[in-house]
């Protein structure tokens, strides 16, 4: 187990840069997320660990000591594939000690490390198969196996699940947080489904177009977003949005947030933006209030049960707005529906994107 | 229930005999094409073995039973064109194959300009064996060619002359020309290989601990072993009846010292113009290579059952 320290870390394939400079400390036992959508560079950042792409500047610290021109083999980490890049030819035994075998370790080492990992995920009725005769899952576990045989200082994980299908995904998530938990090896997740990173990360790393947005709990992220991405990114159905300038408090009236149409939306006072400043309004689609003495009204363009709950697609000055309601009622909901924003749930963004208050 | 019985009564006889007929209707315009073209000479050719066809004698063309067989195993030139053969065929594929895989491993690797290496790469293939074999001889000729300069610069000749003529060297001259002429095979097939394996998987095994032999042992050959088997198949059928360099370059010459048994075959058919007896050598050729290929096709068989 160790601590991993990301300094500085820049990369750039020619003259195109794909990292800005990347800081993070990852704690030893640390079960990091790096989420993001595709091409934001949390791949790239991963294979940097793992010493599959050569770092351009900066350094990687791995248990304090730099790492950027050690082999993959002698960083001590190992790491899941999304494809899960088992050796064909190899049995599942085989590939699980493969780098046991590589490292000359004692046949009876081999066999109770192979045999304990095997217990664990259990594989044990399959160690005799090839990768070819063997489901989805199952290989996902031999991966996972293979990681784990060598009890390295940490694990990266590269989409591990993302080829498995969602109900199988929901169990191994479920998986891997129990074998971390039992493991307490510090690991890093790299995904783009974000119920992935809320539900196995101890800190999320949001990424986007090669800079990190924020780090934080997963409820930190999904409570104060840093900013507008990760306020979009992290939720489903996502944050609404809308615009409107800042209103300061006063003349009796707190703050608020004047609309295109003129409706004031009552704010908690902020710092550090102007009078009549553009601003973004945010609110989650489960915070929005449907009430007949609501102060906003919009129109239902259609209703979706998901039989958890309901989502109402509506149209508010004409943009798309979305409201998550347990409420089996709204089954109903007329053409029009009013809606009122509790303030507690309220954020707000300046022009600039990032988080005001 | 009541209308059953009608339809029970048998079809008529021309009925059904256009019904069973059909299928073979439809497809004898593609067997007959086939047989045609293929049957035919083949069965043409086998007869021969059997007869005395001598172009040049008109009384010829009698059933002479076994009698070329005969001949032939008294026949020291064929049994030294056979020893040729593996000569030439062994020593031709092992220098194209272990040169090809060499090259198509350099190519897998990426590098500037490796569109254009590629292509260029493919060109011997593109040469026309007779014309391959011609430039090689002019190589190797110590009047037009540089070769023998060049192997006397290096010490390995004491006076420039063409080892085409050397009875100890001449085979070679053609196997050089050959192998020159069948890299390009192995390497784009083998390339084609080696591009189809995952690259994450050199990436988890160079995680795993694996440097580059344990790579090529455990990932790359294993993956490539099934091309290997069908390509070296191909090569050596094909180089074994392949006698269009040596016939361009040494005509089988210094005495007999380059004569395989496709060769020897083309002597007896157009030079020597005993159809007949040449046949027999081809059929004998033709066993041999069937013993051969049914052997490698049950290796790669017991190959991939294990795989």
């Known amino acids: 187990m160790a601590s991993i320290d990301i300094e500085s870390v820049r990369k750039s394939y020619g003259p195109f ?6 800081d993070l400390t990852i704690r030893d036992g640390e079960f990091i997320v790096l989420v993001g959508p595709s091409g934001c560079g949390k791949s790239t950042l991963l294979r940097m660990i793992a010493g599959l792409e050569e770092v351009t500047s900066g350094d990687i610290r791995i248990s304090g000591n730099r790492v950027n021109d050690l082999a993959p083999k002698d960083r001590d980490i190992a790491m899941v594939f999304q494809s899960y890049a088992l050796y064909p030819h190899m049995s599942v035994a085989d590939n699980m ?3 046991l075998r590589l490292r000359k370790t004692a046949k009876e080492k081999i066999a109770s490390a192979v045999g304990g990992a095997a217990a664990k995920l259990g594989l044990e009725p399959l160690l005799e198969r090839r990768p070819k005769a063997l489901s989805g899952g199952q290989r996902q576990r031999v991966a996972m196996g293979r990681a784990i045989v060598r009890k390295p200082k940490a694990f990266l994980f590269d989409e591990p699940l993302s080829n498995l299908d969602a109900r199988l995904r929901e169990q191994m998530r479920a998986e891997i947080k129990k074998l971390h938990a039992d493991l307490k090896a510090t690991s890093i997740y790299v995904t783009h489904d974000q119920i992935e990173a809320m539900t196995l990360a101890d800190r999320i790393v949001a990424m986007h177009g090669g800079v990190v947005q924020q780090v934080g709990s997963p409820l930190e992220l999904y409570d104060t977003p840093a900013n507008l991405f990760v306020a979009g990114f992290i939720g489903s159905p996502g944050m609404n949005f809308l615009e409107g300038r800042y209103v300061v408090p006063g003349e009796g009236k707190g703050a608020g947030i004047r609309l295109s149409d003129g409706t004031v939306v009552p704010v908690a006072s902020r710092t550090g933006i102007g009078p009549d400043a553009t601003v973004t309004l945010g609110i989650r689609p489960e915070h929005v209030v449907i009430s007949d003495t609501g102060m906003l009204e919009a129109s239902v363009d259609l209703v979706e049960p998901t039989g958890f709950g309901i989502i109402l697609h509506l149209s508010l000055h004409g943009l798309p707005f979305k409201i998550f309601t347990l409420d089996r009622e709204a089954l109903s909901a007329g053409p029009t529906v009013r809606v009122d924003f509790p303030q507690k749930y309220l954020h707000v963004f300046d022009d600039k994107g990032d988080r005001v208050g | 229930m009541m209308h059953q019985p009608i339809q029970k009564h048998r079809p008529p006889l021309r009925k059904r005999l256009a019904d069973a007929s059909e299928p073979y209707l439809y497809s004898a315009p593609a067997l007959i094409l086939i047989a045609a073209v293929m049957l035919v000479p083949l069965v043409v050719g086998i007869s021969y073995a059997f007869r005395d066809i001598q172009l040049l004698n008109p009384f010829s063309g009698g059933f002479v039973g076994l009698d070329h067989f005969r001949a032939l195993g008294q026949d020291q030139a064929f049994f030294g064109a056979l020893r040729n053969t593996l000569w030439w ?33 493919f060109l011997p293939w593109a040469v026309p064996s007779f014309l391959a ?74 995680i795993d601990g694996a440097g580059p032999v344990q790579r090529f042992l455990s990932i790359t050959l294993p993956f490539l072993a099934p091309t290997i088997a069908i390509t070296v198949l191909l090569r050596t059928v094909w180089i074994s009846n392949f006698a269009d360099l040596i016939v361009v370059m040494t005509n089988g010459g210094p005495a007999d010292r380059t004569q395989i048994v496709a060769s020897y075959i083309f002597t007896q058919a157009f030079r020597r113009l005993d159809f007949g007896y040449a046949s027999a050598i081809a059929l004998v050729l033709l066993a041999l290579l069937l013993v051969y290929s049914m052997l490698i096709v049950l290796l790669r068989q017991t190959m991939l059952n294990k795989g």
């Open chain 1, 17 to 22: 840069p794909v990292l800005h400079g990347v």
């Open chain 1, 97 to 99: 000690s493969y780098s």
């Open chain 2, 89 to 121: 065929t062994g020593a031709s594929v092992f220098f194209q194959f272990t040169f090809g895989l060499i090259l198509a491993l350099l190519l897998d690797k990426p590098f500037y300009g490796r569109g254009l290496v590629q292509a260029l790469v």
């Open chain 2, 133 to 206: 074999g011609l430039n090689w001889a002019w190589l190797f000729n110590p009047v037009i060619g540089p070769l023998p300069h060049w192997f006397v610069a290096l010490g390995l000749m004491d006076e420039p002359h063409n080892i085409l003529s050397d009875p100890h060297l001449a085979m070679w001259g053609p196997i050089v020309a050959n192998v020159w002429w069948g890299i390009p095979f192995f390497a784009i097939t083998l390339l084609a290989a080696l591009q189809a394996i995952p690259r994450d998987l050199y990436e988890a095994a160079s």
